[in-house]
C-alpha cells in the first residue's frame, strides 16, 4: 500500500471509529438514532486528504476561513452536490457576500456589526436560500476569544430577530481549554431552552461524548479523523 492509500485508509478507519463513538453516546444519553450529526473539521486540510472521508459518506463538513473555503470546495462540491458546508470560524464582515454563496450554515454571529451585514446581504439573495445562522456564546467570557458573553445573549438574540429579521437556529461556545467543558455546555443548552432555538454545535474531538450527554445537535470534529494539522 502506497503512502496515498494508507492515508486515505486510516481517515476512513478513524472516521467510522467517530461515528461509531457518536452513536454510543448518542444511545447512552437515551437520545433518538441520528439526532446527533458530525461536522467533519478540514480546515487546512487540501482536497486529497479530504475525499476519502467523501468516498465514506460524509457530507457535513466545517470550515475556519471564507478564502480557504472558496479554494478548495467548489471542486469537491462538483462530485459531491450534496455537502453541506458549515463555517466555524471568525467571519469578517467584508467577506459576508462570499459566506452567503459558500456555506450551508453559519455558527459565528457574534456581535451587532456581523447581524447588521448578514441581513443587508441576505436581503440581496433574491429568492435563494440563505445559511442557517448560529449565535456563538462566548461561555467563558474569554477576552481573548469570540462570541456574545451569556448575561448578553438573551438581548442579543432578541435584537437579531426584532431588529435585525434574522432568523436564529441555534447556538455555538468553543469553552475554555483548561475548564471542564461540562459546565459550558450546560450553560448554552439552557440559554438556548429559554430562546426556543433547537440546534446546539458544541463539542470537539477531546470532548464531543460529553457534549451529546448535555445536548448536542452538531459536534464538531477534525483532529480524531483527520489526524494534526
Not at 486515505?8 to 471509529?17: I, K, P, W
Not at 438573551?154 to 436564529?168: K, N, P, Q, S
Not at 469553552?175 to 461540562?182: K, M, T, V
Not at 470537539?204 to 494534526?228: K, N, P
Request: include cysteine.
Amino acid at each position: 500500500m502506497d503512502a496515498d492509500a494508507a492515508e486515505s485508509a486510516q481517515v476512513s478507519a478513524h472516521l467510522a471509529e467517530v461515528r461509531t463513538r457518536i452513536a454510543t453516546a448518542t444511545r447512552d444519553a437515551g437520545r433518538p438514532e441520528g439526532s446527533v450529526r458530525l461536522i467533519a473539521v478540514s480546515k487546512t486540510f487540501d482536497a486529497p486528504h479530504i475525499r476519502p472521508a467523501l468516498e465514506a459518506g460524509q457530507r457535513l463538513f466545517g470550515e475556519n476561513r471564507v478564502q480557504e473555503a472558496r479554494a478548495k470546495w467548489p471542486e469537491l462540491t462538483a462530485d459531491h452536490s450534496d455537502v453541506e458546508l458549515h463555517l466555524i470560524g471568525p467571519l469578517q464582515t467584508n467577506k459576508v457576500r462570499d459566506a452567503l454563496g459558500l456555506f450551508d450554515v453559519i455558527h459565528t454571529l457574534d456581535r451587532e456589526s456581523l447581524a447588521v451585514a448578514l441581513a443587508k446581504e441576505m436581503a440581496r439573495l433574491e429568492g435563494r436560500p440563505a445559511p442557517r445562522l448560529l449565535v456563538q456564546v462566548n461561555t467563558g467570557e474569554e477576552p481573548q476569544k469570540a462570541g456574545i458573553p451569556p448575561l448578553d445573549a438573551d438581548a442579543f438574540l432578541a435584537r437579531c430577530r426584532e431588529t435585525h429579521g434574522l432568523v436564529i437556529d441555534g447556538l455555538m461556545c468553543i469553552p475554555p481549554a483548561d475548564e471542564p467543558a461540562a459546565a459550558h455546555f450546560a450553560l448554552l443548552a439552557t440559554i438556548a431552552r429559554r430562546n426556543g432555538l433547537a440546534t446546539l454545535s458544541m463539542g470537539m474531538s477531546g470532548d464531543y461524548e460529553t457534549a451529546i450527554q448535555l445536548g448536542a445537535t452538531h459536534v464538531r470534529v477534525g483532529s480524531a479523523i483527520f489526524g494534526h494539522r
